[in-house]
């Protein structure tokens, strides 16, 4: 779940990825979309604990724009959406590295890659591992001070440990598979990181969870 306050959202756990395969001295558009998974609006049952189609409400289908950035670069690196925010306020969709969303229904990132040269996608990666649904308040508290926790945005008053400590924790970044056996050939990488994420969609992008990206206990 994403918390949205009034003012535009910062996604937590922020978004990184690591990329390799891509053509030296080369200029690639990077992209990351939040689409919908489906056109149902959901709410959380709190005797099943789990997320039900809701029967009071139904949402109508919402098409994210395209592409809300560019990065161009020549070389590998590691590819980071920290600036990008939620909103569920449609004012403010306009609004620099700002994503409108719907509350209480699914989303899914989706990442990307073209060759601004040829104009050719040579990845796009639907990011199944980092579903989420907007909402306005957490119906289960300890995932509210879960998140807290590992939000370094979260102050102090809310159940976080202020901007300051967090940048003195030391943290690793566990990446989802070794990807040093990968040839640089982006179709030839194809197959093996499908299974990693589960995706039939061409990729040549390997997503990496970031630092603040624990699993919950």
Not at 16 to 31: H, I, M, N, P
Not at 120 to 144: K, N, R, W
Not at 203 to 211: F, G, I, K, L, T
Request: charged residues 30%; hydrophobic residues 30%.
């Amino acid at each position: 779940m994403e918390m949205i306050s009034k003012d535009p959202t910062s996604l937590t756990p922020t978004l990184k990825f690591e990329d390799a395969g891509l053509e030296a001295e080369t200029e690639y558009d990077v992209s990351l979309t939040m689409e919908k998974l489906d056109s149902k609006r959901y709410g959380f049952d709190k005797k099943t604990q789990h997320w039900e189609e809701s029967k009071k409400r139904s949402s109508k289908e919402f098409h994210i724009p395209e592409s809300i950035g560019r990065i161009r670069y020549g070389k590998d690196l590691d590819l980071h959406f920290e600036s990008i925010k939620i909103s569920s306020r449609s004012r403010d969709q306009n609004l620099e590295n700002v994503v409108y969303v719907q509350t209480m229904q699914k989303y899914v990132p989706v990442i990307t890659i073209t060759n601004l040269a040829s104009k050719e996608t040579v990845a796009h990666v639907v990011l199944e591992m980092a579903q989420f649904i907007p909402v306005t308040i957490y119906q289960d508290q300890s995932i509210g001070k879960w998140k807290a926790q590992h939000n370094k945005y979260a102050t102090v008053r809310y159940g976080g440990k202020g901007m300051e400590q967090k940048k003195k924790e030391k943290t690793q970044e566990p990446i989802l598979e070794d990807n040093s056996n990968f040839r640089q050939d982006p179709i030839s990488r194809v197959l093996e990181v499908d299974k990693i994420l589960n995706s039939s969609s061409p990729v040549n992008a390997v997503p990496q969870v970031c630092s603040q990206y624990p699993m919950m206990p």
